[in-house]
């Protein structure tokens, strides 16, 4: 471990120092060159396909463990997108000059060696490495055990570009211990190791929150909430809603509690209802819920549980201020929504709910890097300091300051 750790290290000057202009035709030739081994790289998913299915994997997590054609191309068009990206190293982020006649620049430069563990999507293996490249960093992957011959395949395919380029492979490499023991040991080697970020199972989370002692950027779980206020359109209601939980349900900005106003509950629930169990949705409700339409009893535990299913639990309200305690207490930090017309009560909901996205009626499931612009993430961060919500390349970098004197000395 720690000579692989020592090679990953001394790579961090060769990429930090690389000019945008080769990175992002290095990018681009990954690209291609993951749509050039498709057949390759499908068959080696068909394994883990295959693996999923005989180990019982649920339908959500196959269908994040996925790798056809199609979502290969959006996986090598997802690189493409990084590198027409601005070059996040070398911004000038601040300048000015001192009293002493000093010129201060504080200027935007990569983190260093940044490891990523994460769990099924093999997708996320092309979409770090592509950020922590394009930002200047060295990146360790550590995917689930479940896409582990899609990883390979696809970390194999870029580390031969980064050869043909005449760079070290080191720079974009999958952990070489992938057990609960080799996650032990990278999260302590803070001799090498700048910066771990988690994404996946709250298990996971917890465990390297806890144990790590390099910095960590958590990635925690998303219970989305979705609060429909007494003065929303009814229709633009259902629609975000229904897309908010239903749109892709295994996903970590997927609804998973919808709140409704206890004034337009009557007239609003048939509908959701109706449209819900259309899509399948498995529905619960409180006890105000239950009086209204025929579900099941959301208890305590499912209000604080991420589905990553198709299933929902609805919360009727008697105001904002219900809501708002309610998604205070059962959030994740993650994203949050109101449904209004009401602008006083859309800015109120927008100031007080501590979330790293939240929003005014639109759906809960564009917090991702993509939508924002960003090309990819790295995840949805639910710290508070250094990244939060979707993490592109510019929360891949840190700053240091540059000073420029002519003889000055300190009296």
Request: aromatic letters at 6%.
């Amino acid at each position: 471990m720690k000579d692989f750790l020592a090679k990953a290290k001394a790579c961090t000057q060769i990429v930090a120092t690389l000019d945008g202009k080769t990175k992002n035709r290095i990018l681009n030739e990954m690209a291609n060159a993951l749509m050039a081994q498709s057949g390759y790289i499908v068959a080696q998913n068909d394994k883990d396909m295959k693996a999923g299915r005989e180990n019982n994997l649920d339908n959500a997590l196959l269908d994040r463990l996925l790798l056809d054609e199609k979502r290969l191309e959006g996986v090598a068009n997802s690189l493409k997108e990084i590198a027409s990206l601005k070059e996040p190293v070398g911004r000038i982020l601040e300048g000015w000059v001192n009293d002493d006649n000093i010129r201060i620049e504080k200027v935007s430069v990569p983190i260093g060696v940044v490891g990523v563990i994460y769990e099924s999507r093999p997708n996320v293996t092309s979409d770090v490495a592509g950020l922590c490249f394009k930002s200047g960093n060295v990146a360790i992957l550590k995917g689930g055990k479940e896409a582990e011959h899609s990883n390979q395949a696809i970390a194999k395919v870029i580390q031969e570009v980064l050869i043909k380029n005449r760079l070290p492979k080191e720079i974009i490499s999958l952990l070489p211990d992938s057990s609960r023991e080799g996650v032990a040991n990278l999260i302590k080697e803070d001799e090498y190791v700048d910066l771990i970020v988690p994404r996946g199972g709250e298990g996971l989370i917890k465990y390297i929150s806890k144990n790590s002692s390099v910095p960590v950027v958590k990635h925690d779980k998303g219970l989305c909430h979705t609060y429909i206020h007494r003065d929303a359109n009814h229709q633009k209601a259902i629609s975000i809603a229904l897309n908010a939980k239903c749109q892709r349900p295994g996903v970590c900005n997927a609804m998973e509690t919808l709140i409704i106003d206890k004034p337009i509950a009557k007239i609003l629930l048939p509908s959701l209802y109706k449209v819900f169990v259309d899509a399948g949705t498995k529905l619960k409700g409180c006890a105000v819920t239950r009086e209204m339409i025929f579900i099941d009893h959301a208890t305590d535990k499912d209000f604080n549980t991420e589905y990553l299913a198709n299933q929902l639990n609805i919360k009727v309200v008697e105001n904002m201020d219900e809501a708002i305690a309610h998604i205070s207490k059962y959030g994740s930090g993650h994203s949050e929504a109101i449904i209004t017309e009401n602008y006083s009560a859309s800015e109120k909901f927008m100031n007080i709910i501590d979330a790293a996205c939240v929003y005014v009626n639109a759906s809960t499931r564009f917090t991702d890097g993509g939508a924002f612009g960003f090309g990819a993430e790295v995840g949805i961060s639910t710290n508070k300091l250094h990244a939060r919500g979707p993490m592109g390349i510019n929360e891949l970098t840190t700053y240091k300051f540059k000073l420029y004197g002519n003889g000055q000395i300190r009296q």
